[in-house]
């Protein structure tokens, strides 16, 4: 019996090149601004048009300052990317969704949100964390720029089949324990290069009873172990989460659609290249202390006191002792936001803990919604009078400081305690050290000025 990522790869396959790669389908293409401008080039270059523009859709987002977005955008470089994909976009005939409009935000956040990846899709995006799109059911992967223009002229890609994994983690989680921490205790047991070559299924009785935003999160992160991709076969709670949405099906096409979605699962009998299985109650609230994600410990832990060729040079750069623990390191900044945590939930989370409390004087902390929908979610809940009581504010839509592409950015030194997904030398500016958490670890070290075990707080 095929495993549900086989049905949907063999769904999509044009051709197959004999001794090498697989000509796929791709039923949807997103663009921003940083990987496409050379792809819009080539097109321009050999004179082709896009051959679906209605299944590409395009949107600024790692560039995009988080204040003033009214404003024209004071970096030269932003400006520049963020203007090109607009011309780009209305050259070619493509929805483009810009700065300050209602529909924009993070391509990752706003694509699931508006009902635009769907169940048994194949997706892609010039950018890493497209796995995040799996959440909906769907074969979702980052490519390159060239394979961007490939797509853009074809509407296919040529790509190998990966192998594929199943991860199935079961059991409850704990108190104050999240599908982040469940992703971060994925990759410090598979390391960053533990699941390269492969597509992975997350499955388990804990993958189940996540909500939609929590299989977002465990999907945007598939790629921080090595893997292609990850995603979630489609159940209740996919088809709760898609009902209604902008762009998914209605009427007669909806109940059609959910009929086809429940076939997509792996059969009883379906065979993968790796299983490997997790119980829930071995995770507590993990943080990271290396330089790549899979350098992690539960938060009530001490740092190994030995590890790989990298682990004396990170613990250099992070200012960290080797069998130590992080909890009362003092913090700088605490980001909330970014692909991985900018959703609906990650607020509710950050605001059960700081509810009632004080953010600490010398943090900074900048909270950012994954989209305008989020930020407008945010306030019907009544989410920014809880933060805004506790010292906290709220800024516009954008990647922010998951990476330094924008204003965002952290300065060296200085400790910042992150919800986003990647913690490399410098990744939130020159010298910044990132450790990655929950939104919940994230709100207590914002409330109490240094890393925090959040059940504490709870």
Not at 16 to 37: F, K, N
Not at 94 to 111: A, E, F, P, Q, R
Not at 128 to 134: I, L, Q, R, Y
Request: glycine fraction near 10%; charge should be negative.
């Amino acid at each position: 019996m095929n495993t549900l990522f086989d049905k949907i790869w063999d769904k999509h396959v044009v051709q197959q090149v004999e001794d090498g790669p697989t000509q796929l389908y791709i039923d949807r293409l997103y663009c921003h601004e940083v990987t496409s401008p050379q792809a819009f080039d080539g097109m321009r270059a050999r004179g082709l048009k896009c051959f679906r523009p209605k299944q590409i859709y395009c949107m600024p987002d790692h560039n995009t300052p988080t204040h003033d977005q009214d404003k024209p955008i004071e970096d030269p470089v932003s400006k520049k990317q963020v203007d090109t994909l607009a011309k780009n976009a209305e050259e070619f005939g493509l929805t483009h969704y810009g700065m300050m409009s209602k529909d924009n935000g993070i391509i990752h956040v706003v694509g699931p949100e508006k009902g635009l990846s769907l169940p048994g899709m194949t997706i892609v995006c010039g950018d890493s964390h497209t796995s995040t799109h799996g959440a909906m059911g769907a074969v979702a992967f980052g490519i390159g720029t060239s394979e961007v223009e490939m797509v853009m002229a074809s509407q296919c890609i040529l790509q190998q089949k990966p192998k594929s994994m199943r991860i199935s983690i079961n059991g409850v989680l704990g108190k104050g324990v999240t599908a982040k921490d469940v992703a971060l205790y994925l990759m410090s047991k598979l390391t960053t290069s533990g699941a390269t070559g492969y597509f992975v299924e997350y499955a388990g009785s804990t993958v189940k009873a996540m909500t939609m935003e929590g299989r977002l999160t465990l999907c945007n992160l598939s790629i921080e172990m090595g893997a292609r991709g990850g995603f979630v076969a489609p159940d209740a709670t996919t088809f709760n989460y898609l009902k209604g949405r902008e762009f998914a099906p209605k009427g007669e096409e909806w109940d059609k659609a959910v009929a086809y979605w429940k076939t997509l699962k792996s059969g009883p009998d379906a065979v993968f290249d790796k299983e490997l299985t997790f119980d829930a109650a071995d995770i507590e609230p993990r943080i990271t202390y290396g330089t790549n994600p899979g350098m992690g410990i539960g938060i009530t832990e001490n740092i190994p006191s030995e590890g790989d060729a990298n682990f004396d040079k990170a613990l250099n750069y992070m200012q960290f002792e080797a069998g130590r623990k992080l909890l009362g390191t003092k913090v700088d900044y605490v980001f909330l936001g970014a692909c991985t945590n900018g959703r609906i939930e990650d607020f509710r989370a950050f605001a059960s803990i700081v509810k009632g409390r004080r953010k600490a004087d010398d943090v900074v902390a900048w909270l950012v919604p994954g989209s305008w929908a989020v930020d407008k979610q945010i306030r019907e809940e009544g989410l920014d009078k809880v933060l805004e009581a506790a010292g906290f504010e709220i800024r516009q839509p954008g990647c922010s400081a998951c990476l330094a592409m924008n204003d965002d950015k952290v300065p060296a030194g200085k400790l910042a305690v992150s919800t986003s997904n990647r913690n490399f030398e410098g990744r939130q500016g020159p010298g910044a050290r990132t450790v990655l958490v929950s939104p919940l670890t994230a709100a207590a070290a914002a409330v109490t000025g240094v890393i925090t075990d959040p059940r504490e707080l709870l």
